[in-house]
């Protein structure tokens, strides 16, 4: 069995695979992110992960999650990140679990479980009221793009505008 991958090796990795991701160039983010899934694997199947290991965890969920969805959204792949995040939500200190928590909704979603997504997205939210953190965060501009190119195609598909709420 080969030695777990350096924390500095694997945030190294997931920062070049989230920017191809998020780029759309998902060929190059899964030959980024592909060869971390097994060392997921072996750190999951540990009876249990320390503490100082909480980092490696999340940042491989997070390369599973980046393999899984360029490969089609595989299930195998993304039930494994789903199981690390949940792992890492247990291990993390309060204000550290946001993100992975919102990365573990977006995979259920992905694995076609909106009931469960929904309930980790309303987790999320119910968590950020009590920590008194407004909801007037930015939003990433390629989301933005990505709206607006769904809006118009729809539009040149024929779709009607919606009526307005007042």
Do not use: K
């Not at 599973?64 to 939500?89: F, K, M, S, W």
Request: hydrophobic share 50%; charged share 25%.
């Amino acid at each position: 069995m080969s030695a777990p991958p350096t924390l500095q090796a694997v945030e190294s990795a997931a920062a070049c695979a989230w920017t191809d991701f998020l780029s759309n160039r998902v060929h190059l983010a899964a030959v980024r992110a592909s060869p971390f899934v097994d060392g997921l694997r072996r750190l999951l199947a540990a009876e249990s992960v320390a503490t100082d290991t909480a980092e490696l965890l999340v940042t491989l969920a997070d390369l599973a999650y980046i393999a899984g969805a360029c490969d089609g959204d595989n299930p195998r792949t993304l039930e494994l990140a789903v199981a690390a995040y949940d792992r890492y939500i247990r291990l993390a200190p309060g204000p550290a679990r946001a993100n992975p928590m919102r990365m573990r909704a977006e995979a259920l979603l992905r694995l076609r479980r909106p009931t469960d997504a929904f309930a980790a997205f309303t987790a999320l939210h119910a968590r950020r009221l009590a920590q008194g953190i407004a909801e007037d965060d930015e939003v990433a501009p390629f989301r933005l793009i990505h709206d607006a190119e769904a809006l118009e195609a729809a539009a040149a598909a024929g779709a009607e505008a919606a009526p307005r709420l007042r």
